[in-house]
């Protein structure tokens, strides 16, 4: 177990379109977006883990994952709700059951994080994005970036 967990920034490229057009407009460069891949572990109802590939997302004001990952952790007690992005439009909203579960994040180098306490939004559905939000990872961790060894820290504060 670790108390500092190290992710490095994954660099993805944007569309040449697009990059063209910002630099004829802005005059600069702006060929790739920033992601951060980082492995989450959840406790299962039968004690054994379920390993997660997910982004985490300082954008996401809570985790989310597909339903078939609710079903395979085993999560059965759950708030229903509705979530929006950027558009607020019904055909934008994401219908999701909010639960609570534990888990653990792995780093790049194998380190783990001590287990805690995660709300999660498990979609009804099975075409959406893992993505690890700020919701609890903010409470239970101190975040530093670092843009040029483009790498995320993660320290435990508990």
Known sequence: MSSRLVFPFEETRISPKIAKAIKEE???EFSFIISVPVL???????????????????????????RYEGREIGVERYAPHKLTGISKREECLVPVKISRVKPRLIDSQGSTSPEFELWVAFAERDDVPSILGVKDI???????????????????KK
């Open 40 to 66: 989450a572990q959840f406790l299962k109802a039968d004690g054994s883990w379920r390993t997660v590939e997910a982004v985490f997302d300082t954008g996401a004001g809570i985790s989310l994952l597909p």
């Open 138 to 156: 903010i409470n239970s961790f101190k975040l530093e970036t670092d843009p040029e060894e483009k790498k995320l820290y993660l320290t435990w």
């Open 26 to 28: 802005f005059g600069i």
